[in-house]
Nanobody
Framework: QVQLVESGGGLVQPGGSLRLSCAASGSIFTIMGWYRQAPGKQRELVAD???????DYADSVKGRFTISRDNAKNTVYLQMNNLKPEDTAVYYC??????????WGQGTQVTVSE
């Protein structure tokens, strides 16, 4: 049974930082990543990372966010710096198994506000 457990969301002021974590279990995951969904908008890719460390970022977060993973712990991290109000969203962890099936975390709220 696949489980993804997220942590690290919260309220932060503009310019602040947060670190999200997602611990996955129950399978071998090729690509792990983070998506986000703001109210009234579609879910969008924030960043993802392969087992060998190749990364991909949305243009809106390049230079501010860093994704990393610990394969031994099946855990993916998202370090978010210089946060902006437009980063406010529910952030979802995504993990893909060897059959390219997607698994999702429960979501964690990130709010950037004064």
């Amino acid at each position: 049974q696949v489980q993804l457990v997220e942590s690290g969301g919260g309220l932060v002021q503009p310019g602040g930082s947060l670190r999200l974590s997602c611990a996955a279990s129950g399978s071998i995951f090729t690509i792990m990543g983070w998506y986000r969904q703001a109210p009234g908008k579609q879910r969008e890719l924030v960043a993802d990372i392969t087992r060998d460390g190749s990364t991909d970022y949305a243009d809106s977060v390049k230079g501010r966010f860093t994704i990393s993973r610990d394969n031994a712990k099946n855990t993916v991290y998202l370090q978010m710096n210089n946060l902006k109000p437009e980063d406010t969203a529910v952030y979802y962890c995504d993990a893909r198994d060897l059959r390219s099936m997607h698994y999702w975390g429960q979501g964690t709220q990130v709010t950037v506000s004064e």
